[in-house]
Each structure stands twice: as C-alpha cells, then as structure tokens.
C-alpha cells in the first residue's frame, strides 16, 4: 500500500515536470522523447483538434526513432480520437491509421508497459479486436502492477467488452487509488458507469458518468453519451434530454442526430443495446441503423 501511494503521488508529477522541461527546450534541438512530451498533453485533451496537433510532432518523434513503441501508441491514440469524430472516408483513414500504429506498438513495446496500455485500448475501439486488446493490457499490468492507467484501460476494454463488470469494477477502483489526481482519470470513472450499465444499477451508471463529465476535458462528448444511455435506462427521459441539449452545446458542430454515431466504436452487444435504449427513449428514431 505505500508503495502503490508512493507511485501514484510521484508518476503524475514526474511526468508533468518532463513535460515542462521539453516545452522550454529549443525547437530545433527537440529529439523523439521531447516530440512525444509535447504530444502527450495534446494526445490526453483527447479532442480531434489538439490530436491533429500532436501527430505533427509524433510524425516527427517516428521520423526520428522508427520503432519507438510509446511514440506509436500516441499516434494511434491520436488517429482514434480523429476517428471518433470523422466521417466518410476520412473515418475509415483515421481507423487504419490507428489501427496500424497500434499494432506497430505492441510489436516494438518490448516492456514499455504505457505503450501496451495506449495501444491495447486502441485495438478494442479501432479494430474491435478484443483478444488482442485484453492481451497487450495484461502485459501492461504484469510489466508494471503500478501502473494506473494501464488498469484504467483494462477496465474499459473489460467494462465495453461484457461479460465481466465485477472485474472492471476491480481494476478501475485500482486505477483511481493508485492515482487519484491523475489527468486521465474520467477514464476509470468511465469504466464504472459502463459495468454498473452491465449490471442494472442504472443510478450508479449515472453517479459516475457526472463524475467522468466532472473530471474528463471540457469538450469530451463520451460521458456525457453514457450519462445520457443510463438516464434513458432508468425512465428519467426528460433529464436525458438535457444532456443531450447539454452536449450540443459544449461539442462544436454536434448534431443531436449524431448521438447514435458516438457508439460506433464499441463492440456488440454494448453498441446494440446503448442503441436500443436511446431508441426506446425516443432519442434516437426507431430506424436509425
């Protein structure tokens, strides 16, 4: 135990003093590990626009160190957060670009147990490969048993994939006490709200996703999604409604018509049944795909 206090108080602030120390370094003298300390404040506001920004410098970190597994993962992160957001033929670009760096990651992390993490939570929401998702965050979690967002994203891929919400009940509470103040933490909230969904506990789904929308970026549009799916589970239509409001209003360019859209990247039989609920709501219309 003070161990795992000891890690989740320091890693946070390790990581936001590199960060610091590359952003006063000169841009020409930036090597692949400073390009990837730039990118990853851009990569974690998780929106299309500052991820369009980070893959400059990623490109670059790549550029510099082909088989740089960690620089990688956040590009396939940044390709999925594009992804999330794009249409047409640009959506089905961005979810083969993410889906290769993410296999690129895997393949050189070596025992990078961040770049699993990153890169396993990619293959579930780009490639819908659960398999392999599970695996590279196994990896991650034995590699590192510390590692806060590792268990936070094994929760997820755990949490979306079905089948065992108790379990991603386990590993996101771990993640949160291991880092309580993380950056990243609407991720395991997000976990929570999806396994209690699983289980019925339609007020719990709730309870979290307001803390993910609490804690998440300010225009991040998933928690509001699952708020939203669980105020519909449990009859409050009218609250959902406001969300949904709510949600059009912080997302630039969104469309309520959009809402069935965002849970395109979850496996079945998450999508179907998050689709069916927001229908029987009356929210999405009964012949929307």
Known sequence: RVTESVVGALAPALYRAEVERSMHKPVPNLDAYDCLLRAQPLVI????????????????????????????????????????????????????????????????????????AYAGFLLLIAANDVAGARDALDRAVTLNPNHAAAYAYRALVRAMAGGAPQLAIEDASRAMRLSPLDPGGYQPQMAMAIAHLELGNHGETC???RKAIRSAPA?????YAWLIVGECARGNNA?????????????????????????????????SNSLTTLRN?????????
Do not use: C
């Open 45 to 116: 506001a998780n929106a299309a626009p500052q991820a369009t920004e980070a893959l400059g410098l990623l490109d670059k970190a790549i550029a510099v160190s082909p088989d740089f597994a960690r620089a990688h993962a956040f590009a396939a992160m940044a390709w999925g957060q594009i992804f999330r957001v794009a249409t047409g033929a640009q959506r089905e670009d961005a979810r083969k670009r993410a889906v290769g760096h993410a296999h690129r990651a895997v393949e050189q992390a070596g025992e990078d147990a961040t770049a699993l």
């Open 207 to 209: 309870d979290w996703a």
């Open 219 to 223: 225009r991040y549009p998933m928690s």
């Open 239 to 271: 609250e959902a409604e406001r969300q949904l409001e709510r949600l059009t209003e912080i997302v630039p360019g969104f469309a309520r018509q959009a809402l069935g859209n965002l849970f395109d990247i979850f496996p079945e039989p998450l999508r």
């Open 281 to 289: 709501a009356g929210l999405l219309p009964q012949a929307d795909r």
